[in-house]
C-alpha cells in the first residue's frame, strides 16, 4: 500500500484537475511482434578524455545502484568525440591532461593526453563491463597509416590489458565517422586495418574475433556528397563491407533528441523532448540501418551507442530535470520495442544531460550532484527485469495515437504471461503551472479471480522542473517507488524517504482496477505471474 504520507500527496493533487481517459487493448500473452529486451539493455557512457573524473566512490555507489537491478553486467562505453582525437602518452604523471582545443578542459573537441595512470580508471566498476573505442583521428586522405594507427593501438591494448579480458565487451572502430574528413571507401579500409591489427596484437583467436562495433554512425546521418543521401548511413559501410572479416558484434547509431538551438522554455520542453509523437517519427532515421542489419546478419545487435536529450548546451531545467527523466523513460521504451539491444546514455561533467556530475567542473553546480533525470535509470532498468522476470515488450497502441501518452506491455520470456505494463504521462506540468496538475486514467479489466494489483511511480511534487535534492533541496525530489538519489545524503547509493519501498494496492472488483497517472508522471503496474489479464480499457 502507498504510505500515508505518499497517499496524501496523490489524492490532493488530483483535486480540481482535468482527466484524460484512454481505451486501450492489451493482449495477456506475447504477441510474435514482441521483441525480447536484453538483460542488458540500459547502459552509460563516458567520453574518453573525461574518464578520471569519474573515477570516484560516488560515481561506483550510482552504478552499482543500477547495476544491481541487471541479471548482466552493465555495460559503460568509453568513447565519443574525443575518442578520436586522444594521445597516449605512458611517461606523463597526469592522467589526462588537455593539450588544446576549443574549450580547454572542458569540450569533446579538446585534445587530450593521456598518461599511465588514465588506464588505471578502468579498474574501477568491478561490477561493469566495457566498450572501448579505438582512436581514428581523422586526418588527411592522404595521411599515411603510420603516422595514427601505432596511438590508436597503444590505447587499445592499454584498456585491454587493464580491463582483462573478461570485461572487454566490445572494441569500437571510430566514432562519428561521418564527420570525417575522407568518405566511406577510405573508413571502411582504416577501420579494418584497425581490426586486424587489433586482432593479432592482443592475440585473439576463434570466436573472440567477433568483439567489434561497427559504424558509430552520428545522428546527422543524412549527407548528399554521393547523390543518394545515404553516404554515411549503417546500411551504406556495410554494404562497402565493413563486416567483410565477420567480426562485427554490434552495429551502432548516435541519437539526440533536440537538434542544437531554439528555444528551452516550458512549451519547448513539451514540443521537442516530452512528445511521444517527436520520439516515434525521428525513429524512421534508423529504421533503414536496423532492418538492414537484422537482415544481414541476425548475430550482429542494433544498439544506440549514444545517447542525449539535446545537443548543443541547454539548461539542466531543460536537459537535466525530471522533464527529461520522462523523456528518457518514453525512449528507452519506445527504443526496446523497435528491436534495439542496447542504449548508452552519455556523459561527460560538463554536459547539462548527464544523468550525475561527479565533480565541480559541472555548468551549475559546485560539487557532485545527481541530477532530476538519474531515477529514470532505474524504472527502466526495473522494467526490463532481472533473471526470471526478463521479457519481451511491444508497444501498446493508443487511440488517437496522443502525442503526450504511452504505453508499453512486458511478457514474462519463459511463460509468455503478462508480466507489467509501463504507462507514460508526457502532458507537461511545474509548480508554476496556472494549471491544476491533471492525470490520465486508465481501467484494467482482469480476471474476477484477481484481488489486487502493483503500481510504482516515478514522480516529482514540483513537476518537470525539480532537478533533484542535490541542487534544489528537498522541494526538488525525484522518486522512482519512494527511492531517491542524492550525492549529499546517500552517497549516490539511493535511499528510500519514507523508509520503504512505496507501492500503491490496486484493488481489483468485479474485474476492474483503477489506475491514474499525474501529468508528468510514469508509473509501472506489476502483475502477478498467475495474473491472467484480458483487457485495459475504459
Not at 562519428?176 to 584497425?194: F, M, N, T
Not at 517527436?278 to 544506440?304: L, T
Not at 553546480?365 to 527502466?380: H, K
Request: glycine fraction near 10%.
Amino acid at each position: 500500500m502507498l504510505s500515508s504520507i505518499a497517499t496524501a500527496v496523490l489524492f490532493t493533487t488530483l483535486a480540481q484537475a482535468d482527466t484524460q481517459q484512454y481505451n486501450l487493448t492489451i493482449q495477456k500473452n506475447a504477441p510474435e511482434k514482441a521483441y525480447h529486451v536484453p538483460a542488458d539493455f540500459f547502459s552509460f557512457g563516458f567520453e574518453t578524455a573525461f574518464f578520471p573524473q569519474f573515477d570516484t566512490d560516488f560515481s561506483e555507489n550510482i552504478i552499482n545502484s543500477i547495476s544491481s537491478r541487471m541479471s548482466k553486467p552493465l555495460i559503460i562505453r568509453i568513447g565519443g568525440t574525443s575518442g578520436d582525437l586522444v594521445q597516449v602518452n605512458l611517461t606523463q604523471d597526469e592522467p589526462a591532461h588537455c593539450a588544446s582545443g576549443p574549450s580547454c578542459p572542458y569540450s569533446s573537441e579538446d585534445i587530450f593526453v593521456l598518461g599511465r595512470g588514465y588506464f588505471d580508471t578502468f579498474k574501477r566498476f568491478q561490477s561493469t563491463t566495457m566498450t572501448i573505442q579505438a582512436p581514428m583521428i581523422p586526418v588527411r586522405p592522404d595521411s599515411k597509416d603510420e603516422d595514427w594507427i601505432p596511438n590508436s593501438m597503444e590505447f587499445v591494448q592499454q584498456a585491454y590489458r587493464a580491463l582483462g579480458k573478461e570485461r572487454v565487451n566490445a572494441i569500437a572502430l571510430g566514432n562519428e565517422p561521418d564527420y570525417y574528413s575522407y568518405g566511406v571507401k577510405q573508413y571502411v579500409d582504416r577501420a579494418l586495418k584497425i581490426e586486424n591489427r587489433t586482432i593479432e596484437q592482443l592475440g585473439l583467436e576463434g570466436e573472440d574475433r567477433r568483439i567489434f562495433e561497427l559504424g558509430d554512425i552520428g545522428w546527422t546521418v543524412i549527407k548528399q556528397r554521393d547523390g543518394d543521401g545515404e553516404d554515411f548511413g549503417l546500411r551504406k559501410v556495410f554494404q562497402n563491407e565493413l563486416n567483410a572479416n565477420g567480426y562485427g558484434k554490434y552495429a551502432a547509431q548516435h541519437y539526440y533528441q533536440a537538434d542544437e538551438g531554439g528555444k528551452y522554455d516550458s512549451q519547448a520542453l513539451q514540443d521537442r523532448l516530452m512528445n511521444h509523437h517527436a520520439i516515434a517519427e525521428r525513429f524512421p532515421k534508423m529504421r533503414r540501418g536496423i532492418e538492414y542489419i537484422h537482415k544481414a546478419d541476425s548475430n550482429i545487435g542494433f544498439v544506440i551507442s549514444e545517447l542525449g536529450c539535446a545537443l548543443g548546451d541547454p539548461p539542466i531545467s531543460f536537459a537535466g530535470a525530471f522533464g527529461a527523466a520522462l523523456w528518457a523513460v518514453d525512449f528507452h521504451l519506445t527504443a526496446m520495442a523497435r528491436g534495439v539491444k542496447r542504449v548508452s546514455n552519455t556523459m561527460r561533467p560538463e554536459a547539462t544531460h548527464s544523468f550525475w556530475v561527479p565533480n565541480d567542473m559541472g555548468p551549475q553546480t559546485s560539487g557532485p550532484s545527481v541530477q532530476g533525470v538519474f531515477p529514470s535509470a532505474a524504472f527502466i532498468t526495473d522494467f526490463v527485469g532481472k533473471g526470471d522476470s526478463l521479457g519481451k515488450v511491444i508497444e501498446i497502441d493508443v487511440p488517437g495515437t496522443p502525442q503526450f501518452f504511452s504505453a508499453f506491455a512486458m511478457y514474462n520470456l519463459q511463460s509468455g504471461k503478462l508480466a507489467r505494463v509501463a504507462l507514460v504521462n508526457l502532458k507537461q506540468w511545474d509548480h508554476n503551472s496556472k494549471d491544476d496538475r491533471g492525470s490520465a486514467e486508465v481501467i484494467l479489466n482482469v480476471d474476477a479471480g484477481v484481488g489486487s494489483l502493483h503500481a510504482r511511480r516515478l514522480h516529482a511534487e514540483k513537476g518537470t522542473s525539480a532537478m533533484g535534492f542535490d541542487l534544489g533541496g528537498h522541494e526538488d525530489n525525484v522518486t522512482w517507488a519512494g527511492e531517491q538519489w542524492s550525492h549529499t545524503v546517500d552517497g549516490g547509493k539511493g535511499h528510500f524517504v519514507y523508509g520503504s519501498m512505496v507501492q500503491e494496492e490496486v484493488t481489483v472488483e468485479n474485474g476492474h482496477g483503477t489506475v491514474s497517472v499525474l501529468d508528468s508522471e510514469a508509473i509501472t503496474v506489476y502483475f502477478d505471474q498467475d495474473v491472467s489479464l484480458l483487457d485495459l480499457l475504459h
